[in-house]
T-cell receptor, first 115, second 115 residues
Framework: NAGVTQTPKFQVLKTGQSMTLQCAQD?????MSWYRQDPGMGLRLIHY???????DQGEVPNGYNVSRSTTEDFPLRLLSAAPSQTSVYFC??????????????FGPGTRLTVL | GNSVTQMEGPVTLSEEAFLTINCTYT??????LFWYVQYPGEGLQLLLK?????DKGSNKGFEATYRKETTSFHLEKGSVQVSDSAVYFC??????????????FGQGTELSVKP
C-alpha cells in the first residue's frame, strides 16, 4: 500500500513551458485535491475532485487544469508556467470529501521552480 | 469567511521543555479541527484531530482541545524531543454546500528543539 504518490519530486521549468504533475493513490479514496505551499501562507487549495469525472476549483485555480478520469489518478497541468507558480505542490486524498471529519493523506510533494 | 490563525514561528525550545502552539479559528457552522505535522523534506501527516466542541485530540504526547467558546485549538506537549522538530499546521474543515469538506490551513509554525 503506497498511499499517495507524486512525480516528479523536483522540476525546473522556463516561463511559458507546460507540464503535468502526477498524483496517484491506491486507497480507493473518492476525494482528491491539490494544494500549493508558499512560505508564510500555509497550504492553499488549487483544485479538488469528489469522484471520477467531477472536479472543481479551489482558492487559487488560475493557471492550472485538472481532470479525474479514474479514481486513482488526479494530474495537475500547468498550461503556461509563470514565476509566480514557483512553489511546493502537494496532492492529498481522503475517503470521502463529504465528511468534514475525514483525515486527508498527503503525498511527499513536488518542488517546482519556474525561471 | 473561514480562516485559521497560528502563532508565528520559528519557535526554539530545549529538549524536555513544555510546548504550546496557539491556534484560533473563524468558521461558520461546526467545523472539525486538525493539527498536521510536516517533517523536513516530507509531506504533511495528521497529528491529531477533534470533531466537536470539548473534544480532546491526542497522539504521540501531543494534545489539543476544541474550545468553541474561545474558538481555539492550541497544541501542547509536556516534554518535547529533538525528533519533534518540524512545521506544525492547524487546519479546519467545514462543509460547503454541495462541495464537501475542504481543509483550510493556518500559515504553519516551525518548531526547532535543541539538545
Amino acid at each position: 500500500n503506497a498511499g499517495v504518490t507524486q512525480t516528479p519530486k523536483f522540476q525546473v521549468l522556463k516561463t511559458g513551458q507546460s507540464m503535468t504533475l502526477q498524483c496517484a493513490q491506491d486507497m480507493n479514496h473518492e476525494y482528491m485535491s491539490w494544494y500549493r505551499q508558499d512560505p508564510g501562507m500555509g497550504l492553499r487549495l488549487i483544485h479538488y475532485s469528489v469522484g471520477a469525472g467531477i472536479t472543481d476549483q479551489g482558492e487559487v485555480p488560475n493557471g492550472y487544469n485538472v481532470s479525474r478520469s479514474t479514481t486513482e489518478d488526479f494530474p495537475l497541468r500547468l498550461l503556461s508556467a509563470a514565476p509566480s507558480q514557483t512553489s511546493v505542490y502537494f496532492c492529498a486524498s481522503s475517503y470521502s470529501g463529504k465528511l468534514i471529519t475525514d483525515t486527508q493523506y498527503f503525498g511527499p510533494g513536488t518542488r517546482l521552480t519556474v525561471l | 469567511g473561514n480562516s485559521v490563525t497560528q502563532m508565528e514561528g520559528p519557535v526554539t525550545l530545549s529538549e524536555e521543555a513544555f510546548l504550546t502552539i496557539n491556534c484560533t479559528y473563524t468558521a461558520t457552522g461546526y467545523p472539525s479541527l486538525f493539527w498536521y505535522v510536516q517533517y523536513p523534506g516530507e509531506g504533511l501527516q495528521l497529528l491529531l484531530k477533534a470533531t466537536k466542541a470539548d473534544d480532546k485530540g491526542s497522539n504521540k504526547g501531543f494534545e489539543a482541545t476544541y474550545r468553541k467558546e474561545t474558538t481555539s485549538f492550541h497544541l501542547e506537549k509536556g516534554s518535547v524531543q529533538v525528533s519533534d522538530s518540524a512545521v506544525y499546521f492547524c487546519a479546519l474543515s467545514t462543509v460547503i454546500y454541495n462541495q464537501g469538506g475542504k481543509l483550510i490551513f493556518g500559515q504553519g509554525t516551525e518548531l526547532s528543539v535543541k539538545p
